[in-house]
């Protein structure tokens, strides 16, 4: 007899949901932004803002809660692509994108290096990310 016990079963589940997250103190500032605000803000972190994901909150970057700043946060590409991949393009050899003879990207021993490749000038962990909350208003008031 392998029938299950409907609320052993029930328990299973429960314990495979994923782990969820509470940020009080990030809440509460962004609540106080919001409300210093006038009630509704426009969020972007360092470089791009949630551009790509307006569908989700009636095709605007109006924000009104706390749960609509994530939202519109954590759904974004543009965002996360520069919490991942912000310096990812930037050059630290310092090569100035011209042209160098093949014989000068290889060293005594006649091995190939890293000359003219990209590769980030810093680790992502020191970079500091911002979350930038401004206030907003309808340009293109109908």
């Known amino acids: 007899e392998d029938e299950e016990d ?15 997250f509470y940020f009080p103190a990030l809440n ?7 409300d210093s605000l006038g009630g509704y ?15 989700l909150n009636e095709s605007t970057l109006k924000c009104g809660t706390v749960g609509d700043v994530y939202l519109l946060l954590k759904s974004s590409d543009f965002c996360m692509f520069d ?3 912000a310096l990812s393009d930037i050059n630290l050899e ?3 994108g011209e042209d160098e003879d093949e014989d000068e990207d290889e060293d005594e021993d006649g091995k190939e290096g890293n000359k003219g490749k990209r590769t980030p000038t810093m680790p992502s962990q020191s970079l ?3 979350l ?11």
């Open 83 to 85: 919490l991942e991949h």
């Open 94 to 96: 310092g090569d100035n």
């Open 41 to 55: 803000c426009m969020p972007k972190l360092n470089w791009s803002a949630p551009k790509d994901v307006t569908w």
């Open 132 to 142: 930038i909350l401004r206030k907003w208003s309808n340009l293109h008031a109908s």
């Open 6 to 20: 409907p609320d052993e079963a029930e328990n299973d589940t429960e314990e495979k949901e994923a782990p969820h």
């Open 28 to 34: 509460d500032e962004i609540q106080k932004a919001l």
């Open 128 to 130: 500091e990310y911002e």
